[in-house]
T-cell receptor
Framework: AQTVTQSQPEMSVQEAETVTLSCTYD???????LFWYKQPPSRQMILVIR??????QNATENRFSVNFQKAAKSFSLKISDSQLGDTAMYFC????????????FGTGTRLKVLA | DTEVTQTPKHLVMGMTNKKSLKCEQH?????MYWYKQKAKKPPELMFV???????INESVPSRFSPECPNSSLLNLHLHALQPEDSALYLC??????????????FGPGTRLTVL
């Protein structure tokens, strides 16, 4: 069975600084997708970034980038130049590349950006 | 249009009431999902529809009854709920896994309170 672990329940960062959220996972699948979702206090879950396991290059989306280490089964999210609007709950999610539609979510990291 | 809409935003109901939650998407997605989310927790999958057919039921009690009248619309019928069913109910949609990655796009949710 697959598992996803987010070991940091809460984090804070000063505005304009950089912060890294950790995510590790366990799977026997060779091909899969990993996602980071953001859920601000207004509650809508928004897809931040996606990584395909077969791609060695780390995904980036503007200020958001990932450090994907397949052998270590690690998928951390780096937020550069943090903004107040980045304050949210961040969930890491795993999905096999074939078969089930089911996401395996981590328990989430609550990030607070301080002015 | 990259939006999933949900109505109502808030719902308060008694344990003997019957109510329905509605979800709509116009992205051409053929998979739709219902999740239940408690505060500070990740979403828990309830149901998945693929091509308007129920493909996953995560052993959800029968007081929750999903319906997919067409490819754009997903309903969740509620009857004889318990106070512990109070939660945020999220709808999501995705491409079919055969035609795309299948990352999920979430609606804003319905905040349900059962008295």
């Amino acid at each position: 069975a697959q598992t996803v672990t987010q070991s940091q329940p809460e984090m804070s960062v000063q505005e304009a600084e950089t912060v890294t959220l950790s995510c590790t996972y366990d799977t026997s699948e060779s091909n899969y997708y990993l996602f980071w979702y953001k859920q601000p206090p207004s509650r809508q879950m928004i897809l931040v970034i996606r990584q395909e396991a077969y791609k060695q290059q780390n995904a980036t989306e503007n200020r958001f980038s990932v450090n994907f280490q397949k052998a270590a089964k690690s998928f951390s999210l780096k937020i550069s130049d943090s903004q107040l609007g980045d304050t949210a709950m961040y969930f890491c999610a795993f999905m096999p590349a074939s078969g089930t539609y089911k996401y395996i979510f981590g328990t989430g990291t609550r990030l607070k950006v301080l002015a | 249009d990259t939006e999933v809409t949900q109505t109502p935003k808030h719902l308060v109901m008694g344990m003997t009431n019957k109510k329905s939650l509605k979800c709509e998407q116009h992205m051409g997605h053929r998979a739709m999902y219902w999740y239940k989310q408690k505060a500070k927790k990740p979403p828990e999958l309830m149901f998945v529809y693929s091509y308007e057919k129920l493909s996953i039921n995560e052993s959800v009690p029968s007081r929750f009854s999903p319906e997919c009248p067409n490819s754009s619309l997903l309903n969740l019928h509620l009857h004889a709920l318990q106070p512990e069913d109070s939660a945020l109910y999220l709808c999501a949609s995705s491409q079919d896994r055969r035609t795309g990655v299948g990352e999920q796009f979430f609606g804003p949710g319905t905040r349900l309170t059962v008295l």
